[in-house]
């Protein structure tokens, strides 16, 4: 009887779009701070470009979705991370239906769910199409009370996924030990919009002015109210022209900055946008993305800036001087990608999730900051394992097998 009562209840207040949002405020996922743990560490595990609910007409879409999930949980169960980063192409917008275009997102945080482990998203190019909207799937995310997924900057121009995530060190303590930066590179097409000829509207895709502005005033708040920098790490889907200019100018070496460099060259922020701001594809890259790349170069503490979307590029570089063509001069952040983790999107590299792993010990002191990384496989194998410290690029690491599978059994 009481169950069926609290049933009844629950479904009624479900009706009325209330239940979750309110049953869970007390336990939410961004009123419970993020901590590091006992030893001094906090670990994330990054997942990028799944693609889920590809023709979901067809056999093989569906299938790759549960080949995916494989994926998720391979890695999480290799792996101790506190929290999870979705960095982009969750789902892929254009294949999607209107009606339950974000219901894949189901699909992907269950795995997080199972084991009550909190995450946090950036959304990328094909997370907004005529079908699927990024705030849609903000909405549908905030249904968890483990998403920490949040909006700090709005309008038309912002993009929905910009934010930061405080950590805090084990001890309770009023200054959070590191920063997450999280920005929205946009890209796409405007949901449910066409133009007159019928066709459906793009989005530029880069990091907004509006988004930089917000991130330059909040990390001087920050540091003025704590006195001093923070070490910090950033994510966003699209990398910036930085990273194909150290691909293409300075040159990726297999031994020094380990992983596979495919896409070659790789994909930036403002690709096929032109200076003017037209999108007709007369322009290859349209240099918008600087004021983002001036303000993570010019960040003091800021560590690394984690991409994902060319699917064939999975090294990290230290961007240090002033590049060939270019008006910003980098400061020694590292631009690093991660490893296609879907089976969804182009490409059969072997899929897995890069992992980062912050010591307290090693950043304590702000003029000397190091975290270390790797990629953990689908066959729960460790690559490209690198420090990024004062040195990474000078020292000399073993090389990334360049591997492919066509599915998680087909090895
Ligand atoms: C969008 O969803 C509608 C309704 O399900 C569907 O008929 C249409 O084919 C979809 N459009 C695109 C571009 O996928
Ligand atoms: C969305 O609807 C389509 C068409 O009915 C279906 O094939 C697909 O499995 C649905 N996707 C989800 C995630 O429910
Ligand atoms: C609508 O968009 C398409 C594709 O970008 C473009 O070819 C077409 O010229 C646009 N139509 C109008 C009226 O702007
Ligand atoms: C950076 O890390 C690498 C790998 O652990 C190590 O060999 C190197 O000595 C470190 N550099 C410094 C300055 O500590």
Same mark, same amino acid.
């Given at each position: #009887?009481?169950?069926?009562?609290?049933?009844?209840?629950?479904?009624?207040?479900?009706?009325?779009?209330?239940?979750?949002?309110?049953?869970?405020?007390?336990?939410?996922?961004?009123?419970?701070?993020?901590?590091?743990?006992?030893?001094?560490?906090?670990?994330?595990?990054?997942?990028?470009?799944?693609?889920?609910?590809?023709?979901?007409?067809?056999?093989?879409?569906?299938?790759?979705?549960?080949?995916?999930?494989?994926?998720?949980?391979?890695?999480?169960?290799?792996?101790?991370?506190?929290?999870?980063?979705?960095?982009?192409?969750?789902?892929?917008?254009?294949?999607?239906?209107?009606?339950?275009?974000?219901?894949?997102?189901?699909?992907?945080?269950?795995?997080?769910?199972?084991?009550?482990?909190?995450?946090?998203?950036?959304?990328?190019?094909?997370?907004?199409?005529?079908?699927?909207?990024?705030?849609?799937?903000?909405?549908? *995310?905030?249904?968890?009370?483990?998403?920490?997924?949040?909006? #700090?900057?709005?309008?038309?121009?912002?993009?929905?996924?910009?934010?930061?995530?405080?950590?805090?060190?084990?001890?309770?303590?009023?200054?959070?030990?590191?920063?997450?930066?999280?920005?929205?590179?946009?890209?796409?097409?405007?949901?449910? *919009?066409?133009?007159?000829?019928?066709?459906?509207?793009?989005?530029?895709?880069?990091?907004?002015?509006?988004?930089?502005?917000?991130?330059?005033?909040?990390?001087?708040?920050?540091?003025?109210?704590?006195?001093?920098? /923070?070490?910090?790490?950033?994510?966003?889907?699209?990398?910036?022209?930085?990273?194909?200019?150290?691909?293409?100018?300075?040159?990726?070496?297999?031994?020094?900055?380990?992983?596979?460099?495919?896409?070659?060259?790789?994909?930036?922020?403002?690709?096929?946008?032109?200076?003017?701001?037209?999108?007709?594809?007369?322009?290859?890259?349209?240099?918008?993305?600087?004021?983002?790349?001036?303000? /993570?170069?010019?960040?003091?503490?800021?560590?690394?800036?984690?991409?994902?979307?060319?699917?064939?590029?999975?090294?990290?570089?230290?961007?240090?001087?002033?590049?060939?063509?270019?008006?910003?001069?980098?400061?020694?952040?590292?631009?690093?990608?991660?490893?296609?983790?879907?089976?969804?999107?182009?490409?059969?590299?072997?899929?897995?999730?890069?992992?980062?792993? /912050?010591?307290?010990? #090693?950043?304590?002191?702000?003029?000397?900051?190091?975290?270390?990384?790797?990629?953990?496989?689908?066959?729960?194998?460790?690559?490209?394992?690198?420090?990024?410290?004062?040195?990474?690029?000078?020292?000399?690491?073993?090389?990334?097998?360049?591997?492919?599978?066509?599915?998680?059994?087909?090895?």
């Amino acid at each position: #009887m009481k169950l069926l009562f609290s049933v009844t209840v629950l479904s009624t207040l479900v009706l009325l779009g209330l239940a979750l949002p309110l049953q869970h405020e007390e336990r939410s996922a961004l009123g419970r701070p993020l901590r590091f743990a006992k030893d001094g560490t906090f670990q994330i595990s990054i997942f990028e470009d799944l693609h889920y609910g590809e023709n979901a007409w067809e056999s093989w879409g569906p299938q790759q979705d549960i080949w995916s999930n494989y994926v998720i949980n391979q890695v999480l169960d290799a792996e101790s991370q506190q929290l999870v980063v979705l960095n982009g192409d969750l789902i892929t917008g254009e294949n999607t239906y209107l009606e339950n275009s974000t219901d894949y997102l189901d699909e992907i945080v269950a795995p997080f769910v199972q084991r009550d482990l909190s995450w946090a998203s950036t959304y990328g190019n094909h997370d907004s199409d005529y079908n699927l909207s990024r705030s849609n799937i903000l909405a549908h *995310e905030r249904r968890y009370h483990n998403a920490r997924t949040t909006q #700090m900057v709005f309008g038309r121009e912002a993009g929905v996924s910009n934010y930061y995530l405080p950590i805090y060190p084990h001890k309770k303590s009023s200054t959070p030990s590191l920063l997450l930066w999280f920005f929205d590179s946009r890209g796409g097409f405007y949901y449910q *919009e066409q133009n007159a000829t019928g066709d459906r509207v793009g989005q530029p895709d880069w990091v907004d002015q509006s988004v930089v502005d917000w991130f330059t005033a909040t990390n001087q708040e920050l540091t003025d109210e704590h006195g001093g920098p /923070i070490p910090s790490l950033a994510f966003v889907h699209i990398p910036t022209y930085a990273s194909q200019v150290l691909q293409t100018e300075a040159k990726v070496k297999k031994h020094y900055q380990p992983g596979i460099n495919d896409d070659y060259p790789l994909a930036p922020q403002a690709q096929g946008w032109c200076a003017d701001g037209a999108n007709d594809g007369s322009c290859e890259y349209g240099g918008q993305d600087g004021a983002f790349m001036e303000a /993570i170069a010019s960040t003091p503490g800021m560590m690394a800036l984690f991409s994902g979307h060319d699917h064939g590029d999975t090294w990290c570089y230290k961007w240090e001087t002033q590049l060939p063509g270019m008006t910003v001069a980098g400061n020694g952040v590292n631009l690093c990608f991660g490893q296609h983790s879907g089976y969804g999107g182009y490409g059969t590299w072997t899929r897995g999730s890069r992992q980062v792993l /912050i010591r307290e010990e #090693m950043i304590n002191d702000i003029d000397n900051l190091a975290v270390e990384t790797w990629i953990r496989l689908e066959n729960q194998k460790v690559v490209g394992s690198v420090t990024l410290n004062s040195t990474y690029g000078q020292d000399r690491y073993p090389a990334t097998k360049n591997t492919h599978t066509e599915c998680p059994t087909c090895e």
